[in-house]
């Protein structure tokens, strides 16, 4: 439990924030299965890249873990093996609370020689598999639920010879994505994902600098579809960790809230399809520079935020919806946020998702937020923020999902009196050190 006051003065000053989760999975992965070396900077150090570094440790692969001398950097050698390198793990793979690690790995053992039962923490274990399982299945793969709920554990049957198929996700989801493709590539042809709206594309940005042929197209009517050809070997490759723009997104809406705060984050990802947050901020009134913009292979910039009212159009209202919620997923709860403050009714649409994150992120917003007097409702596939109510301190249950418990730490800044988070440790998921960057900022 972590107790949070108002705060009494602006944020200010200048931080990084550690790297992104999606990208440093994927770079673990990726590094595994490629012929040689591949050297990682800026690795994200949470307990769900964790997972994954462990998971590929017992199939055999040699990963080397040190902090960079002087600046305390993670970074991670991994020497690959090659796409048919992995070994029969002793036991089954734990994979915590990591549905990347979980659904990514899925695609990747269901084309091994071996059986594996791979599982996670009770979050995981009530998460939707049958997403994976499903596509799987049309591949030839064969991967079931053990409890036959759709959910893991699930049991992955090797020695199977996949195909490559055409498929239309129902879900813009990169995880299902992903998984899709990397089943892809030990397929006998091509693998084509459909999406209704491209969700995050690091899988193809990366596996097409490991040397894959892989690209996303957009194709009549708007939706998404990634196309990989299999048959190339992946080459170990350097590769930078940008800061994680779902973890600077709540100093971000910090620095908007907190009157008087101006700050600088350094060296944040802004990918286009992960920065959806900054676009939908912007439209509200932020103020939000982007210094330093770098176009290289995951692009990235220094945020510079200052204290900003967020309002809507001249209607009073604000809609999210369509294409754009893919773009920032993980970023709702820290958006709802600043919108029970914005002077605005701020409608979220198209977000049904969030009923299957780490917890049902509908109702520990709606909940939360309800608890600390703001005026919102949830719906089906969102919720409607009637904003501006005045916030007061409320004890937060956070379900032991991080970005619950980080999204509220930001709201007690605004909130009167002393806002307790229920369960602060939940935020070692994706960011270990987030309270002490938030005292930082705070002075
Ligand atoms: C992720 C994809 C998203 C996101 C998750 C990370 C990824 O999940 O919510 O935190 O790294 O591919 P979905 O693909 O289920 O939307």
């Not at 150090?45 to 570094?53: E, H, P, R, Y």
């Not at 937060?396 to 709201?411: G, K, L, P, V, Y």
Request: with cysteine; charged share 20%; hydrophobic share 40%.
């Amino acid at each position: 439990m972590i107790s949070i006051a108002k705060s009494s003065k602006p944020l200010s000053g200048n931080i990084f924030v550690p790297g992104d989760k999606s990208i440093s999975h994927r770079s673990v992965m990726f590094g595994a299965l490629a012929d040689g070396t591949t050297e990682i900077t800026g690795f994200l150090d949470g307990a769900d890249c964790l997972s994954t570094i462990e998971c590929f440790r017992k199939l055999g692969i040699q990963i080397e873990h040190s902090q960079r001398p002087m600046h305390g950097v993670p970074t991670i050698t991994v020497h690959g093996k090659g796409l048919y390198g992995l070994s029969a793990p002793e036991g089954g793979l734990y994979t915590g609370n990591s549905g990347t690690t979980t659904r990514l790995l899925a695609g990747i053992l269901a084309a091994q020689p071996f059986d594996t039962i791979l599982t996670g923490d009770a979050s995981i274990e009530k998460r939707p598999m049958n997403r994976i399982i499903k596509p799987l299945t049309q591949m030839g793969a064969d991967v079931s639920s053990i409890k036959g709920n759709d959910c893991a554990p699930l049991m992955i049957r090797g020695g199977k010879r996949l195909h490559g198929i055409t498929y239309h996700s129902p879900v813009a989801s990169a995880q299902v994505k992903s998984c899709i493709l990397l089943a892809g590539l030990y397929s006998d042809s091509d693998t084509v994902v459909y999406e209704p709206a491209l969700s995050r594309n690091h899988t193809e940005i990366m596996l097409r600098a490991y040397g894959v042929d892989v690209h996303n197209e957009i194709e009549f009517q708007g939706s998404s579809a990634a196309i990989l050809h299999p048959g190339t070997p992946l080459r170990g490759i350097k590769i930078n960790v940008p800061g994680d723009i779902s973890s600077a997104a709540y100093f971000v809406v910090a620095a908007l809230l907190v009157p008087g705060s101006d700050i600088i984050i350094h060296n944040v990802g802004i990918n286009k399809t992960r920065a959806g947050i900054l676009s939908a901020l912007t439209q509200m009134g932020a103020d939000i520079e982007l210094e330093n913009v770098d176009e290289s292979m995951e692009p990235h910039a220094d945020l510079h935020v200052r204290y900003s009212r967020l309002h809507g159009n001249a209607n009073g209202r604000f809609e999210l919806s369509g294409k754009i919620i893919p773009t920032m997923i993980d970023e709702l709860p820290i958006f709802a946020v600043a919108a029970a403050t914005a002077d605005c009714t701020t409608v979220i649409k198209d977000a049904a998702e969030l009923k299957v994150k780490e917890s049902n992120r509908i109702d520990a917003i709606v909940n939360n937020l309800k608890a600390m007097g703001a005026d919102i409702e949830a719906t089906d596939d969102g919720m409607i923020i009637n904003g501006g109510s005045p916030l007061h301190a409320a004890d937060i249950e956070c379900f032991a999902d991080h970005r619950i418990a980080m999204s509220f730490a930001i709201a007690a800044l605004v909130a009167e009196g002393d806002t307790r988070i229920l369960d602060d440790k939940c935020v070692g998921i994706s960011y270990p050190t987030f309270f002490k960057d938030l005292n930082t900022l705070i002075g």
